[in-house]
């Protein structure tokens, strides 16, 4: 019965693939990406039929190497080195996506650590995926808690502020995959690895949806635990 479910779970989720294509590129832009016709395609966006399962796992690993990139571009503005990821992170069905991408990668997670806001979306969403439980690192105290982990973030520009996540909310030991929406100087990441360490869990990897690239292989040197990113800049 697994076999039966997981083979649907595949094949709905390349439908999702390309309903969530079809809002960004016309017909005649995917049929030779995926060498599928646009009468086909459009079948299957439209739920008329499914593929096979052999087929919607092209359909998912092509969206991967090749056409989420293109999507990501489409969808990122850079502004005089400012990042916008709004359009991203608005896009749920896009978002669901880059959850599942993420779940492929990091695989034995025990609970999610993210920042709020921006961070939120994409975390809940990778957790559920996952089935675990999320933890938000907030810029004040929250009222009704008693305990905090209080963690200093300091900017490149000696600049810092503050986070706090409940005392006991990481636990000893446990799995955490850290998830923020970009990585810029690090700071963040740095912050919420650090709870981690102040919490005795064990961080196991981290991932943004962009990051610049320097910034990854300073943070993965520092901390040993693989950093990544869907958009690297």
């Given at each position: 019965m697994s076999g039966k479910l997981d083979s649907l779970r595949l094949k709905l989720i390349s439908v999702e693939v390309l309903r969530v294509l079809k809002k960004e590129f016309s017909y005649d832009e995917l049929s030779p990406v995926f060498n599928l016709s646009p009468s086909l395609l459009s079948q299957y966006i439209n739920g008329r039929i499914l593929p096979s399962t052999e087929r919607a796992r092209e359909i998912?690993?092509?969206?991967?190497?090749?056409?989420?990139?293109?999507?990501?571009?489409?969808?990122?503005?850079?502004?005089?080195?400012?990042?916008?990821?709004?359009?991203?992170?608005?896009?749920?069905?896009?978002?669901?996506?880059?959850?599942?991408?993420?779940v492929e990668e990091f695989s034995e997670v025990e609970k999610v650590l993210t920042v709020e806001t921006d961070g939120i979306p994409l975390a809940v969403l990778i957790a559920e995926k996952i089935g675990v439980d999320i933890a938000i690192a907030k810029h004040r105290k929250e009222i009704g808690v008693r305990d905090f982990i209080e963690i200093k973030r300091v900017f490149p520009s000696g600049l810092y502020s503050y986070l706090y996540l409940p005392k006991n909310i990481l636990k000893p030991d446990e799995k955490i995959l850290v998830v923020d929406d970009i990585i810029r100087s690090g700071a963040t990441i740095s912050a919420l690895l650090d709870a981690c360490k102040i919490a005795k869990a064990n961080p196991i990897g981290a991932f943004a949806l962009v990051a610049m690239r320097s910034t990854v292989n300073k943070l993965t040197q520092l901390y040993k635990i693989p950093v990544k990113a869907l958009k690297y800049i």
């Open positions: 998912i690993n092509k969206f991967h190497e090749t056409l989420l990139p293109k999507l990501l571009d489409r969808k990122l503005k850079l502004t005089n080195g400012v990042v916008d990821v709004s359009k991203i992170i608005s896009d749920t069905q896009l978002l669901s996506l880059v959850a599942s991408v993420v």
